[in-house]
């Protein structure tokens, strides 16, 4: 079929609207008309070059929507079935996943090849012809989706399709920071520097944790009006101005994790991050940063002596099959707030303006919402 989606061509280009083919499913794949997509920073490093991704490349990767086509072969899913995408797939089968570790799934290692899961070619190609890569192998700044079932998840018929969009990155990955890797308890000092789609949901998972002090770093007042009403107790501009606060009610005692969730993780951030947290503690590494950046700077000396730990997260830590359900069932209670996380949304061919106002600060979480004139 041709539709049309937001095609990267070069990195340091703007997003452009074009008209591509999108192939049928083949086995082990289905077709998903999509409802909404998260406009995420992380397919913003495409445009930076951050990302390494073969061009052109099809952006998007957090979506949700309904299935309008089955592949051969397909028993866990059936046309009619509401899903969220996910970012990571999860086979089931490699040794990651049948471990419990389906963040891990080796078929994430295909994640910026652009080749198909089931076939090693691509589902979707440009005007000319050209293979295009989908985002993640999703490509959700698109109305409709050719894709693994690997990489769905099925959702309930109840749950609003545009914000479940979110549970496929950003808020699985924030939450998951403060529950699942983090493991913040009843009690605990958490401190999350960068409040932004992801930043947001770790306010929101370290507070329903029970953690005493949820304290957001941003320099936005508007993401840290939306940290306060999300569950943060207290709120700080910088790493440098939250220092002495932390120190003084957590009686010299410091975080006991600290979880760095800014859109471009840079090695400067590290040490201030360590200096937040106590002995013992954690600093959780959610946000990206430029793929070829090896340098990090900490001091080796309090590393050791303070047994602190700097811990890489993707996912949250958790595995997209039962994160996403278990998430649901928060929502159901009432302590996962979704509908507040879109600050605006846009239609498709808004989309530069839409990380304009992203780099700018002016969104908590833009999204997509497609309209009947997309289909």
């Given at each position: 079929m041709k539709t049309k989606g937001a095609i990267l061509r070069n990195p340091g280009e703007k997003w452009q609207i074009e008209e591509f083919e999108l192939d049928d499913p083949v086995a082990g794949e289905v077709q998903v008309k999509l409802v909404s997509s998260g406009l995420c920073h992380s397919d913003h490093h495409l445009r930076t070059g951050d990302s390494p991704a073969p061009m052109p490349v099809l952006g998007g990767h957090e979506g949700a929507g309904v299935i309008t086509k089955v592949g051969p072969g397909v028993t866990r899913l059936k046309e009619g079935d509401h899903v969220?995408?996910?970012f990571i797939p999860a086979c089931g089968v490699c040794e990651p996943c049948s471990r419990g570790d389906q963040n891990f799934c080796d078929e994430g290692a295909r994640l910026l090849s652009g080749l198909a899961i089931s076939d090693d070619t691509h589902r979707a190609h440009t005007s000319d012809g050209a293979g295009l890569t989908q985002m993640c192998l999703l490509g959700t700044f698109a109305p409709y989706i050719t894709v693994n079932e690997a990489s769905l998840v099925k959702i309930e018929d109840d749950i609003p399709l545009k914000e479940a969009a979110l549970l496929g990155c950003g808020v699985a990955t924030g939450w998951g920071s403060a529950v699942e890797i983090g493991a913040t308890h009843?009690?605990?000092?958490?401190?999350?520097?960068?409040?932004?789609?992801?930043?947001?949901?770790?306010?929101?998972?370290?507070?329903?944790?029970g953690a005493r002090i949820v304290a957001a770093v941003d320099p936005v007042p508007f993401k840290l009006q939306m940290a306060e009403k999300l569950g943060a107790t207290h709120t700080f501009s910088s790493m440098e101005e939250a220092l002495p606060v932390i120190g003084e009610i957590s009686w010299g005692k410091m975080a006991n994790t600290t979880i760095l969730t800014v859109g471009e993780i840079d090695g400067s951030m590290i040490q201030p991050a360590l200096s937040l947290t106590g002995k013992g503690g954690q600093v959780i590494v959610t946000g990206m940063g430029?793929?070829?950046?090896?340098?990090?700077?900490?001091?080796?000396?309090?590393?050791?002596?303070?047994q602190k730990r700097v811990q890489g997260?993707?996912?949250?830590?958790?595995?997209?099959?039962?994160?996403?359900?278990?998430?649901?069932?928060?929502?159901?209670?009432?302590?996962?707030?979704?509908?507040?996380?879109?600050?605006?949304?846009?239609?498709?061919d808004q989309i530069n303006e839409a990380y304009d106002d992203m780099l700018a600060?002016?969104?908590?979480?833009?999204?997509?919402?497609?309209?009947?004139d997309d289909y």
């Open positions: 969220v995408t996910a009843a009690g605990d000092v958490v401190v999350v520097v960068g409040i932004g789609g992801v930043g947001i949901n770790a306010i929101q998972g370290a507070a329903s944790a430029n793929f070829a950046d090896s340098d990090a700077q900490m001091n080796l000396f309090e590393l050791t002596l303070l997260a993707i996912f949250g830590g958790a595995s997209p099959r039962t994160q996403v359900p278990t998430l649901l069932h928060e929502y159901r209670a009432g302590k996962l707030n979704l509908s507040d996380l879109v600050t605006q949304t846009y239609r498709l600060g002016n969104n908590i979480r833009g999204m997509i919402v497609y309209g009947d």
